[in-house]
Structure formats: C-alpha cells, structure tokens
C-alpha cells in the first residue's frame, strides 16, 4: 500500500505545497480510551480561530468550491470540540497530536481498503456512502477501488474505513500546508509513531512523505 499512495497533479495543481506523510502500522492491539490516552486527549488546549495554520485548510477548501464554515477542514473541526471525545486509544492519539501540531491526520484500516489510497479530484460520479453523499465535480477526495474514503480533502471519512477497536492494520496520512514545514510535518510523524509503540510495543512502522512531483 505505502509504495502505491498517490496525489494526482490535479490536486497539487491547486495547492503545490501539499505534502501527505503517510505512516503504515502492522500488528496494533488497539483498545477503548484508558488512562493512558485520555491523558493525551486532556494536553490538548485551544486553537485560535485564526491561526494561520487553519486559514490555510481554509484557502485551500475554497480552491475546489467548498465552503470552509460548513464543511470545516478536520482539524478546524476537531480544534473546536475541547475537550477531544474519547473514541479509541489510537484515535485518540492521533486526534492529540492533531489538535497538538493544527495539521490534519487521518486514521484508516487497511484491511477494509482495496486497492491504493489515492487523493484526486472527483469526476462526480464517484461511490461513496449514502450518510456522505456523492462527491461535486473537482471536490478534492480520498478514495480507493471502491470508492471515496474521505471527502473534501480531510473533512469526513466513510464509515468503511475508521479505525476501531479491533484494528490490527492502519494507515495514517499527516497532510501538511504551508506554513506548516516538512520539518515539523517529520516530528509530528515521530510523535504519532511513538504513540502507537506505546500502545502497541513492537508494532511495525514504516513511512513514506509525498510531496509535489513525487
């Protein structure tokens, strides 16, 4: 799956300073919320509403239609629901360190994928979960050989693919904008996977970072 993820020229046609860290994790033994990770979930404070961070999610949402302020980029979304919801101890991880770092991070199980993860503009037409709906032409979605798994960039998965508590397989994709840099976009990935092996002691990690022409 790693090797295959791709971001079509469409999208970074829109944002060249788009960039995914994706982070692949075999072998979790995922959990409810404990104390552990409600004590993550708790380091979380507030994100001003015009962090510049967001109003970059902003802008790009406006890029392919989407209004901001109905459909907020994940991690505006996210930032505005302090204290976190407890969900699961990994879910509650990455949504720390999202709310942490103000970049967004989707969590997905792989087994419930089939073919590559790849981040396109959508024809329109595309199968997608009926709570969702379908996709607006040139709407910037996550999808696979089935279908979307998450639309408008980041702002809601399907329900197909989120991470449970029975999750051994996940992919993780960490999106950066400017003025976000590659620097923190690594330390942000180091953050994540330290997480996961304190969870999962041994779990098997491996990453690979996107960027535009790659």
Request: with cysteine.
């Amino acid at each position: 799956m790693l090797d295959d993820i791709t971001v079509d020229p469409a999208v970074t046609a829109l944002r060249p300073d788009f960039a995914v860290l994706a982070i692949t994790a075999h072998g979790l033994r995922n959990g409810p919320t404990d104390d552990r990770s409600r004590g993550w979930l708790a380091e979380a404070r507030p994100v001003p509403n015009d962090h510049e961070k967001l109003e970059s999610w902003r802008e790009a949402y406006r890029t392919f239609g989407a209004k901001p302020s109905r459909t907020r980029p994940s991690v505006d979304a996210l930032s505005r629901r302090l204290p976190l919801p407890e969900i699961n101890q990994v879910v509650d991880g990455y949504n720390a360190i999202s709310v942490k770092h103000v970049l967004p991070i989707g969590g997905e199980d792989l087994t419930r994928y089939q073919g590559p993860a790849r981040l396109v503009r959508a024809v329109g037409d595309e199968p997608s979960e009926e709570a969702l709906g379908v996709p607006e032409p040139g709407e910037v979605v996550w999808r696979d050989d089935l279908g979307v798994t998450c639309r408008r960039w980041n702002w809601r998965q399907v329900a197909r693919t989120r991470i449970t508590e029975e999750t051994t397989d996940a992919l993780f994709l960490v999106e950066r904008l400017e003025p976000f840099s590659l620097d923190e976009l690594k330390v942000a990935g180091e953050e994540l996977a330290e997480l996961l092996s304190e969870i999962t002691p041994g779990v098997r990690i491996a990453t690979r970072l996107i960027v535009s022409g790659t």
